[in-house]
């Protein structure tokens, strides 16, 4: 069973639309929770942590669902930039981390 | 603004050969991180490090594999005798607590011919 599990996509959307990516994790101990986005052949970049109140930056907002052990990231009024790969990451405790594959958007103008 | 360092950018290694790669992590962090990934493929942890041994270290991170902080700045990640399958992109990551935001540094891509 894997640890961190997203949708793939891709997801292909028009500028200035909504979208929402899920994310799903196994082990119900995980202490903390990240979104991060990836560029091509680049580093993943640290997009927002994620609080079990639900946390808003900008355009963006994360929601963390302990009990049905779920992450979710909105985005909203997507712009031509937020094309990328994000990346769902859980903290399970003791400096270990684990990534999901990635649900990779497309925003087209 | 602090950031995580990592040279070479790109290390072309014969199989069976050492590869060491370098990382300057963010100076107040006091955790460090290996990940690779493999192209297409997702960030797989290796190895966390927090003063001066390794904390956490996940199944790929066998014999071969070792790191260190050889001084007050560096932190390296050292294959001992490189495979094909080792072939893939070596982010170093830092944090100030463990289960903290990490920050990444830029990656070296590891091609073993």
């Known amino acids: 069973r894997k640890e961190v599990e997203q949708d793939p996509g891709p997801f292909n959307v028009p500028e200035g639309a909504t979208v929402a990516f899920n994310c799903t994790y196994s082990?119900?101990?995980?202490?903390?929770f990240f979104w991060y986005r990836q560029d091509c052949r680049k580093e993943p970049k640290l997009l927002m942590s994620?609080?079990?109140s639900g946390n808003e930056d900008g355009r963006f907002t994360a929601q963390l669902n302990r009990a049905s052990q779920y992450i979710s990231l909105l985005i909203r009024d997507s712009k031509l930039s937020d094309s990328a790969t994000y990346l769902c990451?859980?903290?399970?405790?003791?400096?270990?981390?684990?990534f999901g594959t990635g649900t990779s958007l497309t925003v087209i103008p | 603004e602090p950031e995580v360092t990592q040279t070479p950018s790109h290390q072309v290694t014969q199989m069976g050969q050492e590869v060491i790669l370098r990382c300057v992590p963010i100076s107040n962090h006091l955790y460090f991180y290996w990940y690779r990934q493999i192209l297409g493929q997702k960030v797989e942890f290796l190895v966390s490090?927090?003063?001066?041994?390794?904390?956490?270290k996940s199944e790929i991170f066998d014999d071969q594999f070792s790191v260190e902080r050889p001084d007050g700045s560096n932190f390296t990640l050292k294959i001992r005798s490189t495979k094909l399958e080792d072939s893939a992109m070596y982010f170093c990551?830092?944090?100030?607590?463990?289960?903290?935001?990490?920050?990444f540094g830029p990656g070296t891509r590891l091609t073993v011919l």
């Open positions: 990551a830092s944090s100030v607590l463990e289960n903290n935001e990490q920050f």
């Open positions: 490090f927090y003063n001066n041994e390794i904390s956490e």
């Open positions: 082990n119900s101990a995980s202490q903390s």
């Open positions: 994620v609080y079990s």
């Open positions: 990451v859980v903290n399970v405790g003791s400096a270990q981390f684990y």
